[in-house]
């Protein structure tokens, strides 16, 4: 069964520091996905990374994947408060052909000015 | 439509009820997931439909829980006698086509559940 883990699950940061998020899985996969989640709202698509050593980056966020060891990072810079929201990866697994994502237990990031 | 649609947006039923809950998803799309999200949680994968047939569902809880798509586009989820323990948020998703291209999933607002 895929896991996939994320941390740290709470972050509190100040405005204009950098921090990583970390997400972990379990087993084979070649796509993984980042998702925002605004309070009482639905998840948003940040980033898709499709392969190895993948590097996406939108703003002040960046992501990327190393398949071999199994982990994505999604890093911050010069973080602001517009950036408080809940962030989620998602693996694909290949055992099901991909047509199902598990989640992790998502980050909840608060910027503080 | 330009995105995923669900409705209701709430509901709120008592224990034991009957509910159904609706999809409507972006228009092409083949393929179509329900999650449920509890609270603090990441969602959680209930059934996966491409086209108009179930091709996974063993996310789905128990026997109280079946999802149809009759035509290939809305989808409905029906929880029969409802547990308290169903409280929460219900979440479609839709792709271009499952397990292809990116698998990119663009989630609808939800159907938040209450079983009181």
């Known amino acids: 069964e895929l896991k996939v883990e994320q941390n740290p699950l709470f972050l509190s940061m100040q405005e204009g520091k950098n921090y990583t998020i970390y997400c972990n899985y379990s087993t084979t996969s070649d796509r993984l996905y980042w998702y925002r989640q605004d309070p009482g709202k639905s998840l948003e698509s940040l980033f898709v990374?499709?392969?190895?050593?993948a590097v996406k980056q939108e703003g002040r966020l960046m992501a990327s994947l190393d398949t071999k060891a199994r982990l994505s990072t999604l890093h911050i810079t010069a973080a602001v408060h517009d950036l408080s929201a809940t962030y989620f990866c998602a693996v694909a697994s290949k055992e099901t052909s991909g047509s199902r994502l598990t989640f992790g237990e998502g980050t909840q990031l608060t910027v503080n000015p | 439509g330009a995105g995923v649609s669900q409705t209701p947006s709430n509901k709120v039923t008592e224990k034991g009820k009957y509910v159904e809950l609706r999809c409507d998803p972006i228009?092409?799309?083949?393929?179509l997931y329900w999650y449920r999200q509890s609270l603090g949680q990441g969602p959680e994968f209930l059934i996966y439909f491409q086209g108009t047939g179930a091709a996974d569902d063993s996310g789905l809880p128990n026997d109280r829980f079946f999802a149809v798509r009759p035509e290939g586009s809305v989808s409905t989820l029906k929880i029969q006698r409802t547990e308290r323990g169903d409280s929460a948020v219900y979440l479609c998703?839709?792709?271009?086509?499952?397990?292809?291209?990116?698998?990119?999933?663009?989630f609808g607002e939800g159907s938040r559940l209450t079983v009181l």
């Open positions: 990374l499709l392969s190895n050593g």
């Open positions: 998703a839709s792709s271009l086509q499952g397990g292809g291209n990116t698998g990119e999933l663009f």
């Open positions: 228009s092409g799309h083949t393929a």
